[in-house]
């Protein structure tokens, strides 16, 4: 067993594993990383009540006792994460103590080479923390609703152009409409984790662009760091432009496949500000299954909101993309040289 700073952890070999609880591992943990707890989280705070009222000593043998009739399963549990015998695990826990140590132990036991994180999860953190301080090549890419800007990020992405998800992170594509058929959101803290992993990705490719949808400074209930999006606000801000009719494509396609109660739900959420006639329209709509129609009523209000926003921007300009799909207009913008490239020269 090794103990390692972050940064040589962060690039040596071996599966990244965490030994902290599931409820903590749930509030962030890692991107990538296996949670092999020792303690559920039950057994941990009775542990952690023991070393506060009895003692350190105390604690360990509370903690034997605990974990003696699992260990041969903990045991198998890491060499099938290893992805074989003799395989290398990066090992972390809360602070770097006990937990990470008594599992390296373990593996090691199986002749798996064990990195352990000085400081744990607590050191990795801060390490999260300081990437929004760096100072990194933004590029936002707004539209008004519909415009299909997600998807062209991620045509984008796929021509190797720098982009950062900052919606599919946070399982939320925004607005009261945002959560609907989408995965559980994260919480807020390992949602930072997955943003300062992103931007180290590209960091380390030297990227000189990366690309972000402008947004607020919340995507559902997950929030953009402030160092981030003080940042963003200060980015050059291109525009995509389509017509309604395709917005409302765009709209209906995503939306008229959700529940009807749920889009019920989302438009009465906004009602105090879409106005009594608006929403009324839009609801009567939805009830029909008028999908067109719910959409007009409420894009006023949106695309209203949008134009404020982009006020706001330093500096900015558009492109019309109307009648082009998102790969075609991906290559549009890599070819009018307005979007980068990781691997242009």
């Known amino acids: 067993m090794n103990v390692s700073g972050i940064e040589q952890f962060r690039v040596a070999d071996g599966v990244l594993v965490d030994v902290r609880t599931p409820s903590e591992f749930a509030q962030g943990h890692w991107p990538g990383a296996i949670n092999v707890p020792l303690f559920d989280d039950e057994q941990r705070s009775l542990v952690g009540r023991a070393y506060k009222q009895q003692g350190r000593s105390q604690a ?3 903690g034997l006792r605990l974990t003696g009739p699992v260990l041969e ?27 990470s140590n008594s599992m390296a132990w373990l ?27 760096r100072s990194w090549p933004l590029q936002l890419l707004g539209g008004r609703t519909g415009s299909g800007k997600t998807d062209l990020l991620l045509a984008l992405q796929c021509l190797n152009v720098a982009v950062v998800d900052l919606e599919g992170l946070a399982h939320h594509r925004g607005s009261s409409f945002g959560g609907l058929g989408q995965p559980n959101q994260p919480s807020t803290e390992h949602y930072e984790n997955c943003l300062a992993e992103a931007l180290d990705g590209y960091r380390l490719k030297r990227a000189e662009q990366i690309w972000l949808e402008a947004e607020s400074s919340s995507v559902g209930c997950c929030r953009i760091p402030k160092a981030l999006f003080d940042q963003m606000q200060q980015a050059p801000v291109l525009e995509i432009r389509r017509s309604l009719d395709e917005r409302i494509d765009q709209l209906v396609e995503v939306y008229a496949c959700q529940d009807p109660d749920e889009l019920l739900q989302a438009t009465e959420r906004i009602q105090r500000r879409l106005g009594p006639q608006r929403t009324q329209k839009a609801l009567e709509a939805i009830r029909s299954q008028r999908w067109r129609d719910a959409c007009s009523a409420m894009l006023d209000y949106y695309d209203r909101c949008y134009d404020h926003e982009l006020k706001q921007a330093s500096e900015r300009s558009h492109i019309e993309l109307s009648g082009r799909n998102p790969q075609a207009a991906a290559i549009e913008l890599l070819n009018t040289g307005r979007v980068v490239p990781i691997d242009a020269p």
Not at 78 to 93: E, F, H, K, M, N
Not at 107 to 132: D, I, M, T
């Open 60 to 62: 360990i043998q509370l």
């Open 73 to 99: 399963d903990l045991s198998k549990e890491l060499t099938q994460v290893a992805g074989g015998s003799d395989r290398p695990l990066r090992i972390y826990c809360w602070r770097g103590g006990m937990r």
């Open 107 to 133: 593996a090691s036991l199986q002749n798996h080479p064990s990195l352990v994180l000085e400081g744990g999860y607590k050191v990795y953190r801060r390490w999260v923390l300081e990437q929004f301080e």
